[in-house]
């Protein structure tokens, strides 16, 4: 186990060195310009080509609501405050942020709306479910 970690350490050093060398900073280097010609089309042509469904469909989507279920705002920029009927429904805790700066105007959820779609990866604590 020791010589394990040892070994480990020694993988480390040797890759750490390699990153500061030459070589690793001339790839990195040529890395980042190497697909600037290709455009947007391009871009997303190799994309699709390189990593298929990584890059298919919408980035984001906004979390589903259940029918009579709507915003009552939110607490923090990933937790959205439900109810039904005039009354709490519960909440939806997301992983990924509900609302961003919207250029310099106020802070509103992502998809501009109360219309709440499709999926997000997110976690429904409420009442009455």
């Known amino acids: 186990m020791v010589e394990e970690a040892g070994a480990s350490e020694v993988r480390e050093a040797d890759r750490q060195a390699w990153l500061g060398g030459a070589e690793a900073r ?5 890395s980042r310009s190497a697909f600037g010609d290709l455009g947007a089309d391009g871009a997303m042509a190799l994309a699709h080509r390189e990593f298929g469904r ?3 469909g919408p980035l984001w989507s906004p979390p589903a609501l259940e029918h009579g279920d709507r915003s009552a705002g939110m607490r923090g ?3 959205m405050v439900l109810e039904r009927a005039g009354r709490p429904a519960g909440l939806i805790d997301s992983t990924v942020p ?8 106020p802070r509103c959820s992502r998809d501009q709306g109360e219309s709440f779609g499709s999926s997000t990866t997110c976690s429904r604590h409420g009442h009455g479910r």
């Open 54 to 56: 990584l890059v298919e």
């Open 26 to 30: 001339a790839e990195r280097a040529a």
């Open 77 to 79: 920029d990933r937790v």
């Open 98 to 105: 509900l609302v961003s700066d919207v250029g310099d105007g």
